[in-house]
């Protein structure tokens, strides 16, 4: 097949998208368009691709829709290599998922969907590699909460030609009603969700769905590049595990009703592909990218998660209590992958034959223990985070306990066994995280403090980070960087993306942030970059 020679302009100007190097919003898919949550693309094969959009039914009909799809090798839609025509309807919110097959690999392709005189926009996608692959580039995100601002850091990857696919690690949507977890200046510019309530039911996660599918800069990301996403616990409820929530209580009825609703309305509004064996649970599955990297997509939250321990309910006082506490955290029957999906991926590092493992899942890997911030904090009067509350955390981490108990520092032993399955089979592993907020690398090591691979954290494209902590930027890193070993980088402070390049000798970790979500007006900032060369496990500033 032929490359792609349409210029990157063409490409952005017919995709709605502003020539100017600045992104406008994305044009085509307006409020008047039945198409208007726009395209996406996902879950790349090297002969196929889930292409994804949803139709608006018309005023007062309820009954099904008929929408046709085409897959062109150019922009013009001249060289058309598939198309047919799908049926959507209420029982799937008039989504509309096709996985197109019969495809080349490493190519670049473009789709579009039309329903009677309705046409949507233009998505472009492109299929794995198949072998011999010297280079690859991903674009890391999570965390976009559309009541904390506006998506500047999709836009950013959306303008880029040289991506090969966009990871999302989670919290693509949050459940918070109306004003939580929201920043009133985002709010103010039109950023309010509904339903207004906290979403709990199918039709609550599928109008939240909805809202922020019409957000431009969300809508070109997926029409630019195909994503392959894994849910963290917002798209459920917060600090989920396998059998509730923190935000959750029985007044809002049944876990497993929630959990199942939440997994229904991702699967019907994700350009993901289903499990084989039909499991809404089971999202874990793994891309090969050519003979360079296995990306290993896992779940560390919804399948098999133990329940999570909290210091607030589990630890008296540090002092006196540390040990029990300690031997509890490293009970080997707490997972956080659960056996089954354990097994799947000792299986797949077994066999990989790739010279690097990705693992793109939702938690730090790096163990993580809070600094003595005390003598630069100013602290507010009330809140989370006033001066008793950091004593308490500080007196925590004196006794060596980890600062958060969300991530794998509070499933040290199911750590342990993803460690020891890499070094039994000699994996090169890069760990991906999201969930914080904050951007971070780490030197991963086992307990016995033996090397087990690297980690790069993306920060959050609209969530705040650690800037809630009034500490200045810097010695908040400086301190956490001293405190802790195997972490050798921290940005706590600003909104942006990680961008992972990968040959055969090394991978790199580059960190891009925007100046402001808060105005569709904004800089991007090059942040700094890091490198693993193969079989070393220890990153040095590139
Ligand atoms: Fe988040």
Redesign the pocket.
């Known amino acids: 097949m032929a490359k792609l020679t349409v210029s990157r302009r063409r490409v952005l100007q017919t995709m709605g998208v502003a020539a100017s190097g600045l992104v406008a919003p994305f044009a085509v898919a307006g409020n008047g368009s039945r198409f208007r949550h726009g395209v996406a693309s996902g879950d790349p094969l090297a002969d196929r691709v889930i292409l994804w959009t949803r139709i608006t039914p018309k005023a007062g009909a309820s009954g099904p829709a008929e929408v046709s799809w085409e897959v062109s090798e150019d922009l013009a839609f001249k060289r058309i290599v598939t198309r047919g025509t799908e049926v959507t309807d209420a029982d799937r919110d008039y989504t509309v998922k096709v996985d197109a097959s019969g495809l080349e690999a490493g190519e670049t392709y473009f789709y579009r969907f039309s329903a009677g005189d309705d046409t949507s926009p233009v998505g472009r996608t492109r299929t794995l590699p198949k072998d011999g692959v010297r280079a690859l580039k991903l674009a890391v995100v999570?965390?976009s909460n559309y009541p904390q601002g506006y998506f500047n850091v999709y836009h950013e990857i959306a303008a880029r030609d040289d991506i090969h696919a966009v990871l999302h690690l989670g919290?693509y949507i949050y459940e918070y009603a109306a004003g939580g977890y929201a920043n009133p200046h985002a709010v103010n510019f039109g950023h309010h969700v509904e339903p207004e309530h906290e979403i709990v039911t199918l039709d609550d996660y599928r109008a939240r769905h909805a809202v922020y599918k019409t957000e431009p800069g969300l809508q070109a990301v997926h029409a630019a590049h195909p994503m392959i996403a894994v849910w963290?616990d917002?798209e459920s409820a917060n600090d989920s595990w396998r059998h509730g929530a923190e935000n959750h209580d029985e007044t809002q009825g049944s876990w497993y009703d929630r959990k199942r609703a939440s997994v229904q309305a991702y699967r019907e509004w994700l350009p993901i592909r289903d499990a084989e064996d039909g499991d809404p649970l089971r999202i874990y599955r793994h891309f090969d990218f050519g003979g360079l990297a296995d990306l290993i997509m896992l779940d560390a939250r919804l399948i098999g998660r133990s329940e999570p321990l909290l210091y607030a309910e589990h630890l008296g006082d540090p002092a006196t209590d540390a040990e029990r506490f300690r031997n509890a955290l490293h009970d080997p029957q707490r997972t956080i992958l659960g056996n089954a999906q354990l097994d799947w991926l000792n299986g797949r590092l077994q066999s990989a034959q790739t010279p690097w493992q990705i693992l793109g899942q939702q938690v730090l890997m790096g163990k993580v223990h809070l600094p003595d911030v005390l003598d630069v904090a100013r602290f507010p009067a009330e809140g989370p985070f006033t001066r008793p509350a950091a004593e308490r955390l500080l007196s925590i981490a004196e006794q060596g306990l980890p600062f958060n108990l969300d991530a794998w520092d509070g499933y040290p032993a199911a750590r342990e066994r993803v460690f020891a399955a890499g070094r039994t089979h000699g994996s090169n592993l890069i760990s991906l995280a999201g969930?914080t907020?904050n951007g971070w690398a780490f030197n991963l090591a086992d307990e016995r403090g033996r090397p087990a691979g690297v980690e790069f954290a993306t920060p959050?494209v609209s969530?705040p980070g650690m800037e809630i902590v009034a500490v200045p930027p810097g010695i908040l890193a400086e301190r956490f960087v001293a405190a802790n070993p195997e972490l050798v980088y921290l940005d706590s402070a600003r909104r942006g993306w990680l961008e992972v390049a990968i040959t055969p000798e090394s991978a790199t970790g580059r960190w891009h942030f925007v100046t402001t979500v808060l105005s569709r007006t904004y800089q991007p900032l090059l942040g700094p970059a890091w490198r693993v060369h193969a079989g070393e496990a220890t990153l040095q500033r590139a």
Do not use: T
């Open positions: 999570s965390c919290d963290d917002h969930d907020h959050s969530s």
